[in-house]
């Protein structure tokens, strides 16, 4: 082989590997400039009206427990106003009937003094 022939089957093989090459890129640049294409042709969508309709009903929930979280603060409120007047009437009677039986025991030992004496 002779260095034309050499050199003229280099070039060959680097004119075919420049042709792979190429070709590559242009398939590669037609997928993308294709994906562009479709992405170019989707529809308008506007979020504005979804998003306030989805806003609307948090702040309704956000109400709504917050309502609930009152009328429970009232109930237990009541709820222990309630135990809290008849612990106080029991704690009285308590007091009440030791007083009484204070009193009938000093009687009693005065009685007993007395009889004694």
Do not use: C
């Amino acid at each position: 082989m002779t260095s034309t022939e050499s050199h003229t089957a280099t070039a060959g093989q680097t004119r075919k590997a420049t042709d792979k090459s190429i070709e590559a890129w242009a398939v590669g640049a037609k997928t993308f400039t294709d994906g562009v294409t479709a992405a170019a042709h989707l529809p308008n969508v506007n979020l504005i009206q979804p998003i306030e309709r989805y806003l609307k009903l948090v702040q309704q929930g956000i109400e709504l427990n917050r309502d609930l979280a009152n009328i429970w603060t009232g109930l237990v409120s009541s709820l222990y106003a309630g135990v809290k007047e008849e612990s106080e009437k029991a704690a009285l009677a308590v007091v009440d009937q030791a007083e009484t039986v204070v009193d009938l025991s000093a009687k009693q030992a005065e009685k007993a003094a007395k009889e004694q004496a």
